[in-house]
Each structure stands twice: as C-alpha cells, then as structure tokens.
C-alpha cells in the first residue's frame, strides 16, 4: 500500500511533455502542455460567480417562473458579496434583465452573457477552475472541461413524468448544447485574462467533487466510477487522474448509490468542508426514507474513522435536513433538502431556506458559530430543492488570480 501511495503520489506531481492516457494534455494556442493542478478551496477569494438561467425545455413548465425568480434572488443575494455572471440563452435576454431589475439592488454587478445553455445546475455542466501547481504558469488561469453527460445519459423517459413531475423531453440539440456548455464558457472567458481549457479522460460533475483545498477530496465511487461515465476506468486510474487535476493527496471514497437520485449521490449535499479538517453533515429528516437513512449513517460512519491529507481527525457537525411535509406540491414530490449545500462567496457564506422555522434557524445558528469571520446569508428555495438541487448546485466559483 505504500509502495502504491508513493507511486500515485509520483503521477500526480510529475511534469512532463509525454501524453499518457492518465496524463492527458491542457490546450494553450494550439500548443498540448502537460500539468498539474490544484483545485483552490471554495472559500478561496472569488473573481465572479457563475449562474445560468434555465431554458423552457429543461424544467417542468410549473415550475419555470418560480425557479428564475430563486435563481434571481439568490443572484442578487451573491451580488452583495461579488460579481455574477448570468448565463442565459438569447431568447431569455429580456426575461433576464427583467429578473435582474426586479431582484437585484446594483444592476452593475451582474452580468448577463447570451449563450446556448439549457440546465441552471451550472455546478455539474460548467467548467472547474483550478490553478497550475508546476509554477510554470504563475499568471495563467486554467479550468477542467469534465465534459458532462446527463449524469451518466439520464432523462425523462418517454412520457416525460419523472421525479413526480412532468418535464419536457430534451431534442438531440439540447443535449448537445449542455455537454459543450462547460467549453463554451472556458472558451468565451477573458475576464481578467483567457482561461487555459485543461483535457481529462475522467467524465465527472462538479458537485461530486468535494475537497478543502489542502489535499482532501470527499467522493462517492456510485457517481463516477460506472460505465456511464468511465467505461473501462477503474477506481485507481480515476483517483490517479483526479490527484492530478485537483492536487489531491488523499481520497476518502464513499460507495454512494447508483439510480437513488439523478446524480447517483454528489457529496455536496452530503457533507462539506466547512474549513480544512471541519465537516458540516447533512442527516436525513426522521421521516426520511430507509434507504437514505442507511446511505447518511454509512457515510458518517466513514468520516467518523477517517483522517484528511494532513493526518487530522475530522471534526463533523451534523444538521438536519428539514421536515418535508408541507414543503413539497404533492405526495409524489421529491425533495432535495440539504443545508450542506452551501454557497460561499467573498467575505461570507449563503445558505438555503427551506421553509422549517425550527430547522432554518438551527442551520443559521450552527454556521454562524462555525464561520464568526463571515456573514452569513440565508435565501429561500423551494423550486430549486423541487426540480433537483440546492444553492450549490446551481452556482460556480471562479477563483481569483493568486
């Protein structure tokens, strides 16, 4: 085992002109360069922050007004604190500036990009930005294409009733248009310089990548070791790829579920990092069903036994998630809930509101404790937890120039 360790150690910092298949290259005018990358931690300064407005053929049409005018408000919730840049297809434009004169108090800090895009969970389809770890490249800016694919090719099926809802069903154009959405914007980027596009073999979303910028990633092998994103790839080669990519030392894997949800279970609605060595722990409502009962108690049993790249014990604070009842539209309704999934921005941390007053208030209390050095936010979503996310899911960091 060690002997691996310090082989996988190896491959991740070497530097080299050599292209492997676990080693593949980044794109810099026509000329293939090979890399090492570090993934800074969320709470790092931030240049903007990434948000997309839906298309009408990506969400249940009940639910289409009521999730812009969340995505507006918490856009102008993170404009207290930083730059957004508002990802919307060109015949939303107006819709969009209308949003953004009704929400948002400084107009000026949003800005409205026209661009083929379909999904508003712009943590999974856009791009991850990451820095170079070589010091070859101080002043350039890179980001991972990981090159999304429906979560492993999922959609509504034939009749479009899914999830308790009925959504629209995706032409081939759309679904298109959403696996190029993470090239479009690292291509179209230049703000405060071009951005590098990084290749990888590994297909993977970013909200299943959970990591504290010191070395520890939190990943569950259901939502990327599968055939559906990596056929052929076994979870060495991943790991191996991923502590390249993200400047990971150590992986803590969870089995996760395949099918349980859409993403096969991302670890940003399960655990974060709150700090380096501090987890914030989202545990299931009492009423929950068995088999996230048993997913959450086998995921904290992990972290209870587990150390992070620095050798420090865990230190985990549990929340739970709120009452579902009186939340949801119907009984056939699927929620998701979680107050892990958290935003950080500039100077402060923004949080979900789900409508449980005595759970609201609980979350409020512990990050507030948790983060003193910050303001904390809170902003309602229902629609967003209703059609699939949280406030993590629909945002994107774009970390500033060291």
Request: hydrophobic share 40%; charged share 25%.
């Amino acid at each position: 085992m060690k002997l691996f360790e310090r082989f996988s150690k190896l491959l991740s910092n070497l530097y080299t002109t050599t292209r492997t298949w676990f080693q593949p290259s980044h794109i810099s005018d026509g000329i293939k360069v090979q890399g090492s990358y570090i993934f800074p931690a969320e709470s790092e300064p931030h240049e903007a922050t990434i948000m997309g407005l839906p298309s009408r053929c990506s969400l249940p049409p009940v639910q289409y007004d009521a999730m812009c005018n969340e995505l507006a408000q918490l856009a102008a919730a993170i404009t207290e604190f930083e730059p957004v840049r508002l990802y919307v297809r060109p015949e939303e434009i107006q819709l969009a500036e209308t949003l953004v004169k009704t929400f948002v108090k400084d107009a000026s800090k949003i800005s409205i990009i026209p661009c083929p895009i379909n999904h508003c969970w712009v943590r999974d389809t856009g791009p991850v930005y990451v820095r170079d770890m070589t010091g070859a490249f101080p002043n350039r800016r890179f980001a991972i294409n990981f090159r999304f694919n429906e979560w492993g090719g999922k959609r509504p099926e034939d009749d479009g009733i899914c999830w308790g809802q009925q959504w629209p069903l995706m032409n081939e154009k759309a679904l298109q248009e959403n696996a190029d959405f993470a090239r479009w914007v690292i291509e179209h980027d230049h703000e405060p310089s071009p951005v590098t596009h990084v290749e990888t073999p590994v297909r993977a979303e970013g909200g299943g990548l959970v990591t504290d910028g010191e070395g520890t990633l939190l990943i569950t092998e259901s939502s990327i070791v599968c055939d559906v994103r990596n056929p052929g790839m076994s979870k060495g080669g991943i790991e191996i790829e991923l502590k390249r990519l993200l400047g990971i030392e150590k992986v803590i894997w969870f089995p996760g579920r395949r099918n349980v949800d859409i993403t096969d279970v991302h670890m940003d609605a399960e655990a974060r990092f709150v700090r380096p060595g501090v987890i914030a722990y989202s545990k299931p409502h009492a009423i929950a069903i068995d088999l996230w009962q048993e997913l959450s108690t086998e995921i904290r049993e992990i972290l209870d036994r587990e150390t992070d790249a620095k050798g420090r014990r865990l230190q985990i604070h549990p929340i739970e998630e709120p009452d579902p009842r009186g939340l949801v539209k119907s009984d056939h309704d699927e929620l998701s809930a979680s107050y892990v999934n958290f935003y950080f921005v500039n100077g402060g941390l923004i949080i979900p509101k789900f409508g449980d007053r005595e759970r609201d208030q609980k979350a409020l209390e512990m990050f507030q404790a948790l983060l003193p050095e910050r303001v904390i936010r809170q902003v309602y979503a229902n629609a967003i937890p209703l059609t699939g996310g949280v406030l993590h899911c629909v945002t994107q960091q774009v970390p500033a120039i060291k």
